[in-house]
Antibody, heavy 120, light 110 residues
Framework: QVTLRESGPALVKPTQTLTLTCTFS??????????VSWVRQPPGKALEWLAL???????YYSTSLKTRLTISKDTSKNQVVLTMTNMDPVDTATYYC????????????WGQGTLVTVSS | QSALTQPASVSGSPGQSITISCTGT?????????VSWYQQHPGKAPKLMIS???NRPSGISNRFSGSKSGNTASLTISGLQAEDEADYYC??????????FGGGTKLTVL
């Protein structure tokens, strides 16, 4: 079955760069149609889509955050990495990675999420 | 890309039906049949309940149904049960090849 797990620092300082890793199993990101996205959720607030990478290494980013985001994949390790530069306290959130088939925004499997707090 | 518009809260009694709306634009909800709905219980990851406007994934109760008219999609839950109390989010594919979520709706089962 498909599983995903996020990992990364629980605490980052303002202006630092955040690096999160999504380690998955049950599918290959080299298979046609497979995609992985990152979604975040500030405490008590709504979900926000951040980025997507597909089987063909095409990448898509949130319009409002694209200058700060980079998504990449390591197919051999079954991992997807998200970096976000210039972190700010407003970026405090639970960050989820999620599996998709195709680009059309259907997140059928989710990781458990990892809470990242931005504070000095 | 602005978030899709959902009511902040809805409520209903056990056994009743409720509907949650999700309003976007012709560049997202109205332009594509790629609206999904997610259920999220406190402290848990979201769970896919409806995809492509009205498709129920395997294992999802047929008490959950989706529809769309113009720029507004809807999630209907019939025969409300206590376990349905949760936050619900809609999402849509957009003309910018991105995904946009709604602001979320808190469902209270009275």
């Amino acid at each position: 079955q498909v599983t995903l797990r996020e990992s990364g620092p629980a605490l980052v300082k303002p202006t630092q760069t955040l690096t999160l890793t999504c380690t998955f199993s049950g599918f290959s990101l080299s298979t046609n149609g497979m995609c992985v996205s990152w979604v975040r959720q500030p405490p008590g607030k709504a979900l926000e889509w951040l980025a997507l990478i597909d089987w063909d290494d095409d990448k898509y980013y949130s319009t409002s955050l694209k200058t700060r985001l980079t998504i990449s994949k390591d197919t051999s390790k079954n991992q997807v990495v998200l970096t976000m530069t210039n972190m700010d306290p407003v970026d405090t959130a639970t960050y989820y990675c999620a599996h998709m088939v195709g680009h059309m925004g259907v997140f059928d499997y989710w990781g458990q999420g990892t809470l990242v707090t931005v504070s000095s | 890309q602005s978030a899709l518009t959902q009511p902040a809260s809805v409520s209903g009694s056990p056994g009743q039906s409720i509907t949650i709306s999700c309003t976007g634009t012709s560049s997202d909800v109205g332009g594509y049949n790629f609206v999904s709905w997610y259920q999220q219980h406190p402290g848990k990851a979201p769970k896919l309940m409806i995809s492509e406007v009205s498709n129920r994934p395997s294992g999802i109760s047929n008490r959950f149904s989706g529809s769309k008219s113009g720029n507004t999609a809807s999630l209907t839950i019939s025969g409300l049960q206590a376990e349905d109390e949760a936050d619900y989010y809609c999402s849509s594919y957009t003309s910018s090849s991105t995904v946009v979520f709604g602001g979320g709706t808190k469902l209270t089962v009275l």
